[in-house]
């Protein structure tokens, strides 16, 4: 059964007043709160086995290795990975993205001319990373345009693949406008008309519904760690076995060789050729700990209140005379983006919203190119996790009625 406010009673943070108003805290696509799991996990690993992995004869980095070796398989189970050496530790979603680009050049996959295909919907993190690649190696960038509801033209993307197109790379979910892509059709087509390597950008998707990689038939599927309730600066990049055997290694060092010498260093095998360095180890079983907690609420039961936090989120906003949602018709999950017209800017909107305890973000949200579409410079947006209740909708939409009054 879903109970909310047994949820709720596992955050700490949201308990609070902020300006003294109760916390409202609506800026779950940046980054979600904690549960005490996770927590308690950060606080126990440090407590009790804090030491290096993989290298220790010692009990403590046995039991560290052990404890993130699980978490590897947590993570492995909950996007049904075929094997566990599939799931890469990363610092992010960016990082993840990085490694790939720089895999790819290092593995001279990607050559002059080649065509390398992302969308208009992109994060700069799905964006940057590619140019820089194709800076690198002489190959075409190209992007797949949207129309006014955010929806990608998928006749652009057929019409584009080639023997030429060597990586197409998007994400399932908009962060600044919540748009759902549909990814199974632009990966069959993707498949039909190309040999070209699929990276889906899954920052904004396992947060909100149940992942199947094997289902999907992505080559990579990368995330971060932070959003889905474990600490920052933990995150996975999924890739299938044979793909990542093909790939040289992004990162040099530490974890990651068979043999080093002075004449040829011979690299590990998988997952550790793309794990260079010290991992975030307390971050890693805190990942698993987060999973943990997202398997016991139930993704769908998640999946379910977050659609009718958007649904109810939406009616609301939209009996606001001149507010206008981006994207407002496409199929959409967790995210409001929006913004008061003749009001100035939203950062305007957020900083009312913040007097009142209301945590939004808003401006550009990394998505320049999103913000240029509409000619605006930002937009306000409310993002919904799994603690947020009906209420708190109610909240958001008296603040941003007061805001209008304040700002027209
Ligand atoms: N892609 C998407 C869709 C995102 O929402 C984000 C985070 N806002 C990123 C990539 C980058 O994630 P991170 O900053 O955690 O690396």
Redesign the pocket.
């Known amino acids: 059964m879903f109970n909310i406010e047994k949820i709720r009673s596992q955050f700490p943070i949201l308990h609070q007043n902020i300006n003294g108003k109760p916390l409202v805290y609506l800026d779950n696509?940046?980054t979600s709160q904690k549960p005490i799991s996770v927590l308690n996990s950060i606080k126990e690993y440090y407590e009790t086995i804090n030491s290096n992995v993989h290298r220790g004869i010692h009990t403590l980095s046995q039991r560290a290795t052990e404890k993130m070796e699980d978490a590897r398989k947590k993570v492995q189970n909950f996007i049904n990975a075929k094997h566990d050496y599939e799931v890469i530790f990363t610092?992010?979603?960016?990082?993840g993205?990085n490694l790939i680009a720089y895999a790819l050049s290092n593995s001279n996959l990607i050559k002059k001319d080649d065509e390398i295909i992302i969308s208009y919907l992109?994060?700069h993190?799905?964006i940057v990373p590619w140019q820089m690649l194709c800076e690198r190696t002489g190959a075409i960038l190209k992007v797949i345009p949207m129309d006014e509801n955010g929806i990608l033209q998928l006749d652009f993307l057929e019409k584009n693949l080639n023997e030429k197109t060597k990586i197409v790379s998007f994400?399932q979910?908009?962060?600044a406008l919540g748009v759902i892509n549909p990814v199974d059709e632009m990966i069959k087509m993707i498949r039909a008309n190309s040999a070209a390597y699929i990276v889906i950008?899954g920052?904004?998707s396992v947060t909100h519904f149940a992942i199947d990689v094997q289902k999907m038939d992505c080559d990579f599927f990368v995330f971060?760690g932070?959003?889905l309730y474990a600490p920052t600066g933990t995150?996975i990049l999924y890739g299938k076995e044979s793909v990542l055997n093909e790939l040289q290694p992004f990162h040099g060092g530490g974890e990651m060789i068979a043999v080093c010498s002075f004449e040829k260093t011979t690299y590990a095998g998988l997952p550790f050729k793309f794990e260079a360095g010290t991992p975030n180890i307390g971050g890693n079983i805190a990942l698993g700990a987060a999973i943990d907690f997202v398997n016991e609420t139930g993704i769908q039961n998640l999946q379910k209140h977050e659609d009718q936090l958007l649904h109810y989120a939406q009616a609301e906003l939209l009996k606001i005379e001149n507010l206008k949602i981006y994207a407002e018709k496409a199929h959409r999950t967790a995210v409001a983006s929006f913004n008061l017209e003749g009001t100035g800017i939203a950062s305007d909107t957020g900083m009312i919203l913040d007097k009142m305890g209301i945590a939004v973000r808003t401006g550009h949200?990394?998505t320049q190119p999103i913000m240029e579409f509409f000619k605006i410079a930002g937009t306000v947006r409310a993002s919904f996790a799994v603690y947020n209740t009906m209420e708190e909708i109610d909240i958001l939409v008296d603040g941003v009625k007061k805001a209008q009054r304040m700002l027209s």
């Open positions: 696509a940046a610092k992010g979603t960016t990082e993205i992109e994060h993190s799905n994400n979910v908009s962060n950008d920052a904004q971060s932070h959003k995150g949200h990394c």
